[in-house]
């Protein structure tokens, strides 16, 4: 069974610019989450999303925007970027079958977004 | 809010050796889960161990156990006959019984010492 897989792995983009960022879930899926990792602010929850809606959503500007389609997979869009938005994103899938089975949220490998 | 905290931003340990990273966590929900993660140079997060909050008995996963103590909010890992390939970044997880939105603690990085 296929992992999550994120693309791309590598980015590079100039300040103003925008981005998308995909990411497939395991297939069967349904829930797919974004996180931004740096050095200085750790690990943090950007959105997550379930059967095409967003279901819960962090501490973000509006800048940062995702979706989900009918496949479960999932895009994210950072518009006008700043240098701070450097960061590695890791997206995230799981079950979620509203039962302790499936709550595990399984990882990618992550996209490393280097801003310029 | 939640708020999940691991107080050991290092941790070196002996190849072989037993060692115990830990978290405190703060939530007024009496319903969750806690998760332990391990993140390699590789930067892919594995999972580790998970731990629901309705269950008293500690979860154990090979090597990898927990000491879950609920009224205390403390949620340690310990790993048992450490392996070079243990040598990680391992951030402790809490997540809602609703909606898949992980609260993550600041990460602990162990090195093992062949």
């Known amino acids: 069974k296929a992992g999550v897989t994120q693309t791309p792995r590598y980015l590079i983009k100039t300040r103003g610019q925008q981005v998308t960022l995909s990411c497939s879930p395991i297939s069967g899926h349904r829930s797919v989450s974004w996180y931004q990792q740096t050095p200085g602010q750790g690990l943090q929850f950007l959105f997550e999303y379930f059967s095409e809606t967003q279901r819960n959503k962090g501490n973000f500007p509006g800048r940062f925007s995702g979706r989900q389609f009918s496949n479960s997979r999932s895009e994210m869009n950072v518009s006008t970027l700043e240098l701070g938005d450097s960061a590695l994103y890791l997206c995230?899938?799981?079950?979620?079958?509203?039962?302790?089975?499936?709550?595990?949220?399984?990882f990618g490998q992550g996209t490393r977004l280097t801003v310029v | 809010a939640q708020t999940v905290t691991q107080s050991q931003p290092e941790m070196s340990v002996q190849e072989a050796e037993t060692v115990t990273l830990s978290c405190t966590y703060d939530?007024?929900?009496?319903?969750?889960?806690l998760f332990w993660y391990k993140q390699p140079p590789s930067r892919q997060m594995i999972l580790v161990i998970r731990?629901?909050?309705?269950?008293?008995q500690n979860a154990t996963e090979n090597r990898f156990s927990v000491n879950f103590q609920k009224a205390a909010k403390s949620f340690s890992l310990k790993i048992s006959d450490s392996q070079l390939g243990d040598a990680a970044m391992y951030f402790c997880?809490?997540?809602?019984?609703?909606?898949?939105?992980?609260?993550f603690g600041g990460g602990t990085r162990l090195m093992v010492k062949p």
């Open positions: 997880a809490y997540r809602r019984n609703a909606g898949n939105m992980l609260t």
């Open positions: 995230a899938s799981s079950l979620e079958t509203g039962l302790p089975i499936g709550v595990e949220a399984f």
């Open positions: 939530t007024s929900e009496s319903d969750y889960y």
């Open positions: 731990q629901e909050a309705y269950k008293q």
